[in-house]
């Protein structure tokens, strides 16, 4: 039986970091051909069929990947640059949440947040949801995006599973910090002493649908 923890990762790799290095025909909105993955698949595991494929997709919880008639994708996480498509989040919530850290975290109240080594910036519904997506050593650090007067001014915020996925925030968008590594209470991320986090270069785009 085909070990599904290994290859749900075997397909983070190959929808949302490397399509080159199993020859992947990317879309414009990360699709892929359903027949390519299933060939990469079975690179490293054989005996992994198409049957097997659904049953992964469809399992109860799982939001990373989306299969449907235009192939299959990655929802969010990708290293290089997949366009949007849908409609934005309408209504838009009153605010969003942000997993993320001291050092991360220090310039966003004076800069806004950007994606970094992503290309959108990746936020949750829920606060709970978003301190188990922070990297903080200790207690997570979790940032309140106010979301609707981000939406008042132009930003567009897309569902995808169960993160969200947006450009940038805006600085004067950024709310409270709540949580720290040293304090569970809120915090003011200008008195952070922490390096700001560093973004890396552009990735290639891939092809259109």
Same mark, same amino acid.
């Given at each position: 039986m085909v070990d599904q923890s290994r290859v749900s990762k075997l397909l983070s790799l190959m929808l949302r970091h490397k399509p080159d290095e199993f020859g992947l025909e990317v879309d414009a909105y990360g699709y892929v051909p359903i027949d390519q993955v299933i060939q990469g698949i079975q690179s490293r595991y054989p005996e992994m069929t198409e049957d097997d494929l659904n049953d992964l997709i469809g399992q109860r919880g799982q939001q990373r990947f989306e299969i449907?008639? =235009?192939? &299959?994708?990655a929802l969010y996480g990708h290293s290089y =640059?997949?366009?949007?498509d849908g409609d934005p989040i309408n209504p838009i919530p009153e605010r969003l949440y942000m997993g993320t850290t001291d050092a991360a975290s220090r310039d966003f109240a004076k800069e806004g947040i950007s994606p970094g080594d992503r290309y959108y910036v990746h936020l949750s519904l829920d606060e709970k949801t978003a301190a188990a997506r922070s990297h903080q050593k200790g207690a997570p650090l979790v940032v309140e995006i106010l979301s609707a007067k981000a939406s008042?001014?132009?930003v567009n915020f897309f569902l995808r599973g169960e993160v969200v996925l947006t450009d940038e925030v805006p600085a004067d968008c950024v709310g409270? =910090? &709540?949580g720290s590594s040293e304090s569970d209470s809120v915090v003011d991320p200008q008195l952070s002493e922490?390096?700001?986090i560093t973004g890396f270069g552009r990735k290639p785009r891939y092809g259109r649908r």
């Open positions: 449907n008639e =235009f192939g &299959i994708r =640059f997949v366009e949007m008042e001014l132009g409270k =910090f &709540i922490d390096q700001p």
